[in-house]
C-alpha cells in the first residue's frame, strides 16, 4: 500500500520497566464519576447515569516524573483546569463484557491528567453543543508510564491526589468512584467492540482548578508511576 503523505506516528505510553510501548487506539473518557466532583460541575450525582465524552488517541503526552513533558497554555481559553484521573488500558477486545469479567480485559493502569479548557467546555454544556472544544485539543492527555496489573493488581482502592506548585488540591481515593473501572469497561462495551489499545480515563475526584503558564503540575495514584507536567507560556504570544 502507499499513501499520498507519511501516516502520522502511532500514538503510544511508556509502560513501566519496559522498551515497548503500548499503542494507543481511542481515548474514552468518563464524566462525572466521583460524586463530589459532580456537585462542584453543579450536577446531582444521585441522578446522573454514566456518560462519555473522548479524546483523540494522539493527545496523549509522555509525562512521567523523568521526561520533563512541557505543555503550552493552549489558545482560546482563559480557564485552562486540571484533572487527575486513573486511566485503565484495554489490552484485550471485547463487546457486551459482564462487570464481572471486565478484568479479563485490563492491560494495566496509569495515573493522567485530563486537561480541559473549562470554559469552553462549559459554554459548549449550556448550549447543548458536543464537548470537543473543551476537552479534545491537542496534548490534552499527558499521562505517566502504564503498569501491567499482573505487577500492581487491580486498581478499586487507593489515593489519588494532584497537587499544583506543590500545594494539593485534589485528594481522594478510588473508592469514591461512582462506577468503578468494571462497570465502566461493561458499560461502554455494550455500546460499541472495546479493542486492544482503547484508553479509558476514569474520571477526576473534587478540586479540580485552573493552572497558570510556569506552574507544575503533580499528580499520583497509590501504587502507580507519578505523573507531572510544567504549564509554560501560550505559544504565539
Ligand atoms: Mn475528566
Request: aromatic share 8%; net charge negative; with cysteine.
Given at each position: 500500500m502507499t499513501f499520498v503523505f507519511d501516516p502520522a506516528p502511532q500514538a503510544s505510553v511508556a509502560i513501566a520497566g519496559e522498551e515497548s510501548r503500548f499503542p494507543v487506539r481511542r481515548i474514552f473518557c468518563v464524566g462525572r464519576n466521583y460524586a463530589a466532583h459532580a456537585r462542584e460541575m453543579g450536577k446531582d450525582p444521585e441522578r446522573d447515569p454514566p456518560f462519555f465524552f473522548m479524546k483523540p488517541a494522539d493527545a496523549v503526552v509522555d509525562a512521567t516524573?523523568?521526561?520533563?513533558a512541557r505543555i503550552a497554555y493552549?489558545?482560546?481559553?482563559?480557564n485552562f483546569h486540571y484533572e487527575i484521573e486513573l486511566t485503565v488500558a484495554i489490552g484485550k477486545a471485547g463487546r457486551n463484557i459482564p462487570a464481572a469479567q471486565a478484568q479479563d480485559h485490563i492491560f494495566g493502569y496509569a495515573t493522567s491528567i485530563d486537561l480541559t479548557r473549562r470554559d469552553l467546555q462549559l459554554a459548549a454544556r449550556e448550549k447543548g453543543r458536543p464537548w470537543d472544544w473543551g476537552k479534545a485539543f491537542d496534548r490534552s492527555a499527558p499521562i505517566a508510564a502504564l503498569h501491567r496489573v499482573q505487577d500492581v493488581?487491580?486498581?478499586?482502592?487507593g489515593r489519588i491526589w494532584l497537587s499544583l506548585d506543590g500545594e494539593t488540591k485534589q485528594d481522594a481515593d478510588?473508592?469514591?468512584?461512582?462506577?468503578s473501572t468494571a462497570d465502566v469497561i461493561s458499560i461502554i462495551s455494550h455500546s460499541m467492540e472495546l479493542k486492544a489499545g482503547d484508553l479509558i480515563m476514569t474520571g477526576t475526584p473534587a478540586g479540580v482548578g485552573p493552572i497558570l503558564p510556569g506552574q507544575i503540575v503533580r499528580g499520583g495514584i497509590e501504587g502507580l508511576d507519578d505523573v507531572v507536567i510544567s504549564v509554560t507560556e501560550r505559544e504565539g504570544g
Amino acid at each position: 500500500m502507499t499513501f499520498v503523505f507519511d501516516p502520522a506516528p502511532q500514538a503510544s505510553v511508556a509502560i513501566a520497566g519496559e522498551e515497548s510501548r503500548f499503542p494507543v487506539r481511542r481515548i474514552f473518557c468518563v464524566g462525572r464519576n466521583y460524586a463530589a466532583h459532580a456537585r462542584e460541575m453543579g450536577k446531582d450525582p444521585e441522578r446522573d447515569p454514566p456518560f462519555f465524552f473522548m479524546k483523540p488517541a494522539d493527545a496523549v503526552v509522555d509525562a512521567t516524573v523523568n521526561s520533563n513533558a512541557r505543555i503550552a497554555y493552549p489558545s482560546e481559553t482563559e480557564n485552562f483546569h486540571y484533572e487527575i484521573e486513573l486511566t485503565v488500558a484495554i489490552g484485550k477486545a471485547g463487546r457486551n463484557i459482564p462487570a464481572a469479567q471486565a478484568q479479563d480485559h485490563i492491560f494495566g493502569y496509569a495515573t493522567s491528567i485530563d486537561l480541559t479548557r473549562r470554559d469552553l467546555q462549559l459554554a459548549a454544556r449550556e448550549k447543548g453543543r458536543p464537548w470537543d472544544w473543551g476537552k479534545a485539543f491537542d496534548r490534552s492527555a499527558p499521562i505517566a508510564a502504564l503498569h501491567r496489573v499482573q505487577d500492581v493488581g487491580q486498581r478499586d482502592s487507593g489515593r489519588i491526589w494532584l497537587s499544583l506548585d506543590g500545594e494539593t488540591k485534589q485528594d481522594a481515593d478510588l473508592q469514591d468512584l461512582i462506577w468503578s473501572t468494571a462497570d465502566v469497561i461493561s458499560i461502554i462495551s455494550h455500546s460499541m467492540e472495546l479493542k486492544a489499545g482503547d484508553l479509558i480515563m476514569t474520571g477526576t475526584p473534587a478540586g479540580v482548578g485552573p493552572i497558570l503558564p510556569g506552574q507544575i503540575v503533580r499528580g499520583g495514584i497509590e501504587g502507580l508511576d507519578d505523573v507531572v507536567i510544567s504549564v509554560t507560556e501560550r505559544e504565539g504570544g
